[in-house]
């Protein structure tokens, strides 16, 4: 297995490129069993998990005529089998994103459980409740979610928890439903309002996406999916932490600051010199940097895919910082890794209390899932000596070619086998 070896120390300065969303394009590849035909997707970011939803969708039938470079071509006129199977679905949650296209257009589906991750539980209930709101007959058998129904119809479901995955299931699956749906305390996110553009383009008839409440009257047919995968916030949020913590100067280009802000503010207040611009931002880090509280919410609150990654800084500033995860019971498994480079961090459940300190030591760390592994990268970077980071599996699932693009900053970094 890779392990990603940095000396840390060294202040980031250059330009990074931001890629495609990784979050915007899996629910955009599920929405492709919704139509029959030839869809193009461009902007795609080559990572782990894309080209495992690309592997699910050729199980279930579709062609992938070419997948060059950041662009992809699926044909997806015979895709007509309806089983999503464990192997796939177990390494990557997204792909329970299929369930609501398959009972759409074929009226069966056969999808396997998610289960939990290391990052917590993350059930599907609410996918489910919402699919038999529809009319879906839908029950549980060998660990997989079986549903049959004769044609969705319309229905008006409330959401008791917001969930991202979960809209953008039930508003791909009320698109060719009989009737109108309306899905109330829905996700905003801004990979949700892109699912909802992108199948207007197709000919649905969705309303109020980025509002709570969604509205969607169903269509009988929708055309094949032709778009462009907008830059990814995470990976821009990660890089604009990057830049600060190693009291770098470096221009992300490639972002859309508005996705950015919740981070944009949390930086400004801890004092880093954050610059924006249409669409770059550049960061540049100081020596001072002042202790913040974060709470994770849903968009537009500050995300919990930053929460791993702002705590890295946070051990590093002056004062004590609090931060709080309102979204995962279980999203703290960094701060072992971070405490074992010298960080002072104390958690009371949901919370995370961190002192700031001088200085991080470089360790042997273990990476435990994406945004934790990225908090690791980015608290050897700014580390005295040496980090071995192994399981680099996880990174490799949701950024493009990191150890590259660092690399490129100044960043002493390379993977070894
Ligand atoms: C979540 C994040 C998303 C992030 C992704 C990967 C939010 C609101 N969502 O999306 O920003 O990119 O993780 O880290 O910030 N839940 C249920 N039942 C369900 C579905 C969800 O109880 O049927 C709960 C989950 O356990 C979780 C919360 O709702 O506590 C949000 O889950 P959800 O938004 O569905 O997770 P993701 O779509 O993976």
Redesign the pocket.
């Known amino acids: 297995m890779d392990k990603i070896v940095i000396e840390g120390g060294r202040p980031l300065e250059g330009v990074v490129k931001i890629s495609g969303a990784k979050?915007a394009v899996l629910p955009i590849l599920a929405a492709t069993l919704l139509t029959r035909g030839r869809n193009i997707l461009e902007g795609v970011p080559k990572v782990r998990d894309v080209v495992t939803m690309i592997q699910l969708l050729k199980s279930l039938g579709a062609e992938v005529e070419s997948s060059s470079s950041e662009k992809i071509i699926l044909d997806t006129s015979c895709a007509e089998n309806p089983e999503a199977p464990y192997d796939l679905v177990s390494t990557m949650?997204?792909s329970c994103l299929v369930l609501g296209p398959l009972l759409a257009k074929l009226g069966r589906a056969r999808v396997s459980l998610p289960g939990g991750c290391a990052?917590?539980?993350?059930?599907?209930?609410?996918?489910?409740k919402g699919l038999e709101s529809m009319g879906a007959k839908v029950w549980l058998e060998q660990g997989y979610v079986h549903g049959v129904v004769d044609g969705l119809k319309g229905t008006q479901f409330y959401f008791?928890?917001?969930?991202?995955?979960?809209t953008a299931n039930l508003m791909m699956a009320a698109s060719l439903a009989a009737g109108k749906t309306i899905l109330e305390n829905a996700?905003k996110?801004p990979e949700v309002v892109f699912l909802a553009d992108i199948l207007n383009q197709s000919g649905a008839k969705i309303e109020g996406q980025g509002t709570d409440m969604i509205t969607i009257e169903g269509v009988s047919s929708l055309k094949p999916i032709e778009c462009r995968i907008f830059p990814d916030r995470?990976e821009a949020g990660t890089y604009m932490i990057a830049a600060a913590i190693t009291q770098g100067d470096v221009l992300i280009e490639n972002c859309i600051p508005h996705h950015v802000e919740p981070i944009t503010l949390k930086l400004q207040e801890a004092q880093v010199d954050v610059e924006v611009e249409k669409s770059s931002i550049r960061v540049r880090g100081g020596r001072f940097l002042s202790a913040v509280n974060a709470k994770?919410?849903?968009?537009p609150g500050f995300?919990?895919?930053i929460q791993a990654q702002f705590m890295a800084l946070m051990t590093l500033s002056r004062g004590q910082s609090i931060i709080m995860e309102k979204?995962?019971?279980n999203r703290f498994m960094h701060v072992a890794e971070l405490k074992r480079m010298g960080a002072d961090i104390s958690l009371d459940g949901h919370t995370a209390i961190i002192k700031g300190v001088q200085s991080l030591s470089g360790a042997r760390l273990m990476a435990t899932d994406l945004?934790a592994s990225a908090s690791l990268v980015l608290a050897a970077l700014a580390a005295k000596g040496q980090s071995i980071i192994s399981r680099v599996y996880h990174i490799d699932r949701g950024y493009v070619s990191m150890e590259k693009k660092l690399s490129a900053l100044g960043a002493r970094i390379k993977r070894v086998k």
């Not at 994770?296 to 968009?299: E, I």
């Open positions: 979050n949650r997204a990052i917590g539980a993350r059930p599907i209930d609410l996918h489910i008791d928890t917001v969930s991202v995955t979960g996700a996110e995470i994770t919410h849903p968009y995300p919990t895919d979204i995962f019971e945004r």
